[in-house]
């Protein structure tokens, strides 16, 4: 039977932050963060154990003294060790994220999004997905998009962005390059209902047809790819449409995927920023579409 690898260390408050950054570039799902005294215990579990090691090694080298410790785990208790710890994420007053096992049926005000916890990023509890849905929530609210209109979500992970989208009343596609990003994306997207509305592929956006328009695109992803694919990300965004753009880091990385979107004339972007993380928006690129 196959093992996960779960590793534990222990953070000062201070440095905790850093210690988030530092995993997010290395590790493309979820982690348990729990505050103590002064310091921030983190929890996460890798399949890959060549993978999880090196993490082991590069975590030890720059945090020293964080008292890095490991075990092997069966793989099939990998949802019993996220019900430990996985809480409702409320985003913006729009979305609710949680797991089944927390599902009721009662969304007291707020969409209800059901993510089964698996090794696929997206399950609301990083800020770079709670950004992207709390924006989508203002952006309904302006009727900058509304019931009827087309998405894509590029870098689904587990499909949380788009069957939000989709729970809101537009129809679109998700796609990853990781195809057990799209198994896990899949399943979600049915036990959310929304199988009807949003479909998945494995691919990146040069597996789109030259130029199909979409009136919201939201790539929750890296700064370096978000860069590179500039041209084409803006190719499929309907004139007048929305674009979301997160996975970056406040700073340096956002003022680089700025300005390389600025640079094709589409105007200054909204910025978000929650802790280490931004979201940049443009609400109207290249017009109202609605006028």
């Known amino acids: 039977m196959s093992t996960l690898l779960k590793i534990e260390f222990t953070i000062a408050e201070d440095a905790a932050d850093e210690a988030g950054v530092f995993i997010a570039a290395r590790v493309p799902h979820g982690w348990e963060e729990t505050p103590g005294e002064g310091v921030r215990r983190f929890t996460?579990?890798?399949?890959?154990?060549?993978?999880?090691?090196?993490?082991?090694?590069?975590?030890?080298?720059?945090?020293?003294?964080?008292?890095?410790?490991?075990?092997?785990?069966?793989?099939?208790?990998?949802?019993?060790?996220?019900?430990?710890?996985?809480?409702?994420?409320?985003?913006?007053?729009?979305?609710?994220?949680?797991?089944?096992?927390?599902?009721?049926?009662?969304?007291?005000?707020?969409?209800?999004?059901?993510?089964?916890?698996?090794?696929?990023?997206?399950?609301?509890?990083?800020?770079?997905?709670?950004?992207?849905?709390?924006?989508i929530g203002e952006l309904v609210g302006r009727s900058a998009i509304a019931p009827g209109d087309t998405f894509l979500d590029l870098g689904t992970g587990s499909g949380i962005l788009g069957i939000g989208l989709a729970k809101l009343g537009l129809t679109g596609i998700g796609l990853d390059i990781d195809p057990q990003a799209i198994v896990c994306a899949r399943e979600n997207v049915e036990a959310n209902d929304v199988a009807g509305a949003m479909r998945t592929a494995v691919g990146s956006i040069d597996s789109l047809e030259p130029g199909l328009p979409f009136d919201i695109v939201v790539a929750n992803i890296l700064s370096g790819p978000l860069i590179e694919m500039a041209g084409d990300i803006l190719a499929h965004v309907r004139p007048g449409g929305c674009l979301i753009l997160s996975g970056i880091l406040a700073g340096e990385q956002q003022d680089a995927v700025a300005e390389a979107y600025e640079r094709r004339g589409i105007g200054t972007p909204v910025i978000a920023i929650e802790g280490e993380w931004a979201c940049l928006v443009w609400e109207q690129v290249g017009g109202d579409r609605r006028a």
């Open 44 to 135: 996460l579990y890798l399949e890959d154990h060549p993978l999880a090691m090196e993490m082991v090694r590069a975590f030890e080298a720059r945090f020293p003294g964080s008292g890095v410790r490991w075990s092997e785990q069966e793989s099939e208790n990998w949802a019993m060790a996220w019900k430990d710890f996985f809480n409702p994420v409320n985003c913006g007053g729009t979305f609710t994220i949680l797991p089944p096992w927390l599902e009721d049926g009662k969304e007291n005000g707020t969409t209800h999004i059901v993510i089964e916890p698996k090794m696929a990023f997206g399950t609301g509890h990083h800020p770079t997905t709670s950004l992207c849905l709390t924006t």
